[in-house]
């Protein structure tokens, strides 16, 4: 069993900041990466960036400069992840949903998701 427990959140103005935490827990030995993913009304869900075990980080283009994600390692059963998100715009306004990706002895990686956090920038 897995579980993510998401926090953060909320309403800002455009221009303004809002930090995301995600703390993973239960099966986690063999995480290979956690992430954060967002998803507008209408749209589909999409990367807004991760981080792997190894620290090698990937962001959505649009997100690339105004996004920091990174993690914490306290031991083998917890990790977390943060976005720090500065200079947000109108667009940015999404549910966001938290992500671990863990490997298995087959060789197939297995998704889990957090219950999502609604972020809504103002203009």
């Known amino acids: 069993q897995v579980q993510l427990v998401e926090s953060g959140g909320g309403l800002v103005q455009s221009g303004g900041s809002l930090r995301l935490s995600c703390a993973a827990s239960g099966s986690i030995s063999s995480t290979n990466s956690m992430g954060w993913y967002r998803q507008a009304p209408g749209k589909q869900r999409e990367l807004v960036g991760s981080?792997?075990?190894?620290?090698?980080?990937?962001?959505?283009e649009s997100v690339k400069g105004r996004f920091t994600i990174s993690s914490i390692s306290r031991d083998k059963a917890k990790n977390t992840v943060t976005l720090q998100m500065n200079r947000l715009k109108p667009e940015d306004t999404a549910v966001y949903f938290c992500n671990i990706k863990i490997g298995n002895f087959a060789g197939y990686e297995l998704d889990y998701w957090g219950q999502g956090t609604q972020v809504t920038v103002s203009s």
């Open positions: 981080i792997t075990t190894g620290d090698f980080t990937m962001y959505a």
